[in-house]
């Protein structure tokens, strides 16, 4: 595969120092412009803050790039050809020199190959509506079952089917942890209402869990760290429901199905709610982001690992003991 990582990001990895993966869809086609540029840059000043190295995935020209420079990270912001793409959609951009912002799918996949264990986002992609009509399920899913890295996201995004998502997670092996939650978060909404089996509260609990994983080599398969979005930050609930309820009775009666309901139910909310879906988003991926730096530090510097190795000289050893949450 023709992929680039960048310098910073190589030393770092080379150094044993805590890098955080970043897709780029959310800049090319999740926000408007200029403030997707802005946002771009934000979050990776706010990786830089929690002290680790930023990598912005995406592909330029026919290469797959880890970690983009600024004058990449503005093409990709900028351009409107940039094109979108899955991890399905790699090997066709290589081949043809395009340029695309990439997916939850086609990040883990590349952020997986460089060596990173951490990827910030907002929302999985999961099982759609009527799944049992159209069969429509996010290539997300079933790439996590295949990678080896912890993903730090808001849950799914609240238009899906949530409970057959977190069905079709736990068949694929995928494990799903709360972050400070005793519930899945609903993206745009702290809590989705659906529980989850494992919480976690602190990034050095998180790094624990990695680290476990590395022992138990095994059937390679992503962390999910779902971690709610602030209640004072999330959209207001009451109108969230009546917002996307209006959503899905319109996209029915346009007879839109298929790929083109969610484009559609996001600019619906978006619209509908005058931006402040839009603000939950923004505020669910800045705390993201701030979590996976700080869960990114504590593996590297090795905190988080069990003082148990293995022998029973140590039965009372516990969680290890850490920061409270967000």
Not at 182 to 194: A, C, I, T
Not at 219 to 235: G, I, K, S
């Amino acid at each position: 595969m023709s992929t680039q990582v960048s310098e910073e990001v190589r030393e770092a990895l080379h150094e044993g120092r805590p890098v955080v993966a970043l897709e780029s869809t959310i800049i090319a086609h999740g926000l408007p412009r200029p403030r997707n540029l802005a946002v771009a840059l934000e979050l990776e000043g706010l990786v830089r803050a929690g002290g680790a190295v930023p990598a912005t995935v995406a592909v330029v020209d026919g290469t797959a790039r880890v970690g983009l420079d600024l004058a990449s990270l503005t093409r990709i912001a900028e351009d409107p050809a940039v094109r979108k793409l899955g991890h399905r959609d790699l090997a066709p951009a290589l081949a043809t020199g395009a340029t695309g912002a990439t997916t939850v799918s086609a990040t883990a996949w590349l952020a997986d190959a460089a060596g990173i264990r951490v990827f910030a986002t907002g929302g999985l992609g999961g099982v759609h509506r009527e799944w049992t009509e159209t069969q429509d399920e996010s290539a997300d899913l079933r790439l996590l079952a295949r990678v080896g890295i912890t993903v730090v996201c808001a849950g799914v995004k609240s238009i899906l089917d949530v409970p057959a998502t977190l069905q079709r997670l736990e068949t694929l092996g995928v494990t799903v942890v709360g972050y400070g939650s005793e519930h899945f978060p609903g993206f745009y909404l702290s809590s989705s209402g659906e529980p989850v089996d494992w919480t976690l509260r602190t990034p050095e609990e998180v790094a624990g869990v990695i680290r476990a994983q590395d022992r138990l080599g095994g059937p390679r398969a992503a962390l999910v760290v779902a971690n709610p979005v602030p209640v004072a930050e999330q959209l207001d609930p009451a109108l969230h429901d009546r917002v996307l309820a209006a959503g899905l009775t319109a996209a029915k009666e346009k007879g839109i199905t298929g790929q083109a309901v969610t484009p559609f139910l996001l600019e619906h909310l978006t619209v509908h709610t005058e931006g402040a879906s839009l603000e939950a988003n923004l505020a669910a991926v800045r705390g993201n982001v701030r979590l996976a730096a700080r869960i990114a530090g504590a593996y590297d510097s090795g905190v988080g690992a069990h003082r148990n190795t293995g022998s029973e000289s140590d039965p009372g050893s516990g969680p290890v003991p850490g920061v409270s949450g967000r």
